[in-house]
Nanobody, 122 residues
């Protein structure tokens, strides 16, 4: 299973960007799909989650500005980021809990995309 992220870039404060992440490979199901953000010297922080059941959750700092969405048919998750602030700057990683099936056995593993840089200027 591979996750390929795209859509980062440089934007002025107040602007918008849309990140996308596509899953490829053979698997049974994709469960939670998430976006994380990491800045140098700090841990990777959860920004937004989309569950298989259709629920979404956001970090307080992005509520009302970011929207996570998923297309299970296309095996994709996106993050629409509006009204961007300099504090949103970082490397954004997509993450997914993916279940594979082998006969009657199921195994869920965590996968990461390669990260995409988002830079918001003031």
């Amino acid at each position: 299973v591979q996750l390929q992220a795209s859509g980062g870039g440089l934007v002025q404060g107040g602007g918008s960007l849309r990140l996308s992440c596509a899953a490829s490979g053979s698997f049974y199901a994709i469960n939670d799909m998430n976006w994380y953000r990491q800045v140098p010297g700090k841990q990777r922080d959860l920004v937004a989650t989309s569950t298989r059941g259709g629920s979404t959750n956001y970090a307080d700092s992005v509520k009302g500005r970011f929207t996570i969405s998923r297309d299970d048919a296309k095996k994709m998750v996106s993050l629409q980021m509006n009204n961007l602030k300099p504090g949103d700057t970082g490397v954004y990683y997509c993450n997914a809990a993916v279940t594979s099936r082998s006969g009657s056995s199921y195994l869920t593993r965590n996968y990461w995309g390669q990260g995409t840089q988002v830079t918001v200027s003031s």
